[in-house]
């Protein structure tokens, strides 16, 4: 499957003192992408937690390569680099629009719990969904 980056545009309120994006935007920004990619997945935030399925972060983390700039355009490339069921790795890579620049990268943590809190399987919940995940780790 083929997916599209996720593409933001920066905002004023997103610069801080020294008028570069502050850090802590980036986390925000690979959230947004890490939702557009499950929906081009055809698995909505929304649907999942429906069906009782969070996914909740387990540990993130940024390398900024280069300063990104209020007006500046990115895109956000999201890669599934582990799956097993239970935990879900990604990876982020974000470029500048305009120049193809590596501007930051990062990574994710995520695992799926149910309603009350409690870890489970998509194999077992949701083989549907766990499918969908395998096939991008088999393909990778």
Not at 6 to 29: A, C, F, G, L
Not at 44 to 55: D, K, T, W
Request: glycine share 4%; aromatic share 10%.
């Amino acid at each position: 499957m083929n997916f599209k980056p996720y593409q933001h545009h920066t905002q004023y309120y997103e610069t801080d003192q020294m008028k570069i994006i502050h850090h802590s935007n980036y986390i925000r920004w690979f959230e947004s992408a890490r939702v557009d990619f499950l929906d081009q997945m055809g698995l909505s935030y929304a649907e999942m937690e429906r069906r009782g399925i969070s996914i909740p972060v387990l540990s993130i983390a940024a390398e900024y390569k280069a300063m990104i700039k209020f007006g500046d355009s990115v895109l956000i490339d999201v890669t599934v680099e582990t799956y097993n069921g239970v935990k879900l790795a990604l990876s982020y890579t974000v470029t500048d629009l305009k120049t193809s620049e590596l501007r930051t990268t990062g990574t994710s943590l995520h695992c799926f719990m149910n309603d009350a809190g409690k870890p489970l399987s998509l194999r077992r919940v949701a083989p549907e969904i766990h499918e969908k995940f395998q096939l991008l780790v088999q393909n990778k």
